[in-house]
Nanobody, 121 residues
Framework: QVQLVESGGGLVQAGDSLRLSCAAS????????MGWFRQAPGKERDLVAA?????SRYYADSVKGRFLISRDDVGVYLQMNSLKPEDTGVYSC?????????????????WGQGTQVTVSS
């Protein structure tokens, strides 16, 4: 299992930027896809962005052009620009092996505890 700890959430205004960090330890971190998931109030948790160790990144349509995911050998990061109120939610990072597509999960390597992001209008 990979241990994951998020940081960087907070309360911001629409149009602001935030950078989330997820520190990884234990396990074979580099074998997994690293993803950022968001759970808005009253909604299911959705994949926002994902990064394999090498290859193309994935972004949900709602964040394309505004969010940027990156990773190195100690963690994964989410740069969030031009934030909107609909970006509000609990953001969690996860290490996973994909199913048939990068948006599906066949194996979980680890979940973080989540960090709250609130965007006011």
């Amino acid at each position: 299992q990979v241990q994951l700890v998020e940081s960087g959430g907070g309360l911001v205004q629409a149009g602001d930027s935030l950078r989330l960090s997820c520190a990884a330890s234990g396990g074979t971190f580099t074998r997994y896809i690293m993803g950022w998931f968001r759970q808005a109030p009253g909604k299911e948790r959705d994949l926002v962005a994902a990064a394999p160790w090498s290859g193309s990144r994935y972004y949900a349509d709602s964040v394309k052009g505004r969010f940027l995911i990156s990773r190195d050998d100690v963690g994964v990061y989410l740069q969030m620009n031009s934030l909107k109120p609909e970006d509000t939610g609990v953001y969690s990072c996860a290490a996973y092996s994909p199913g048939r597509t990068i948006t599906t999960i066949s194996e979980i390597g680890g979940w973080g505890q989540g960090t709250q992001v609130t965007v006011s209008s």
